[in-house]
């Protein structure tokens, strides 16, 4: 261990560690944040390939309706949907305007989640849009 003297200010010396002083010690103290970093990794994979049946498998009913970030009309539009896109339904809410929006993703385009007027939007079967043969 080396001592580095700081004699411009007066101050007692402090050691500083040197390259070979790092051996085993720098690897113990990773170990915690390895271990953080692979707890982290796996949260983040289970996260991402959690089923897609959390919701139900739906598709819209109209060419051209628009996805918004929020349940009325005056919500910015984020994409469309047309009747040959499948979307996933989380959940319907209902708008300040009266009526009632779907909570969705667009699969075919991955836009979303956001909002569409229930009535454009329906809710089917999977095997519309995947061979479950």
Do not use: F, K
């Amino acid at each position: 261990m080396r001592i580095h003297i700081d004699a411009m200010h007066g101050r007692p010396p402090t050691p500083v560690p040197s390259v070979s002083d790092a051996g085993s010690r720098g690897r113990a103290d990773a170990r915690p944040w390895r271990l953080l970093t692979i707890v982290l990794s796996v949260m983040l994979v289970v996260g991402i390939t959690q089923p897609a049946d959390a919701g139900e498998m739906g598709g819209y009913m109209a060419e051209g309706v628009n996805i918004r970030t929020g349940p009325a009309t005056w919500y910015t539009s984020i994409g469309l949907g047309y009747t040959s896109h499948a979307a996933c339904i989380w959940n319907y809410v209902n708008g300040p305007e009266g009526y009632l929006w779907a909570n969705h993703t667009n699969l075919t385009t991955g836009v979303g989640p956001g909002y569409s007027a229930s009535v454009y939007i329906g809710v089917d079967t999977p095997s519309q849009y995947y061979d479950t043969a």
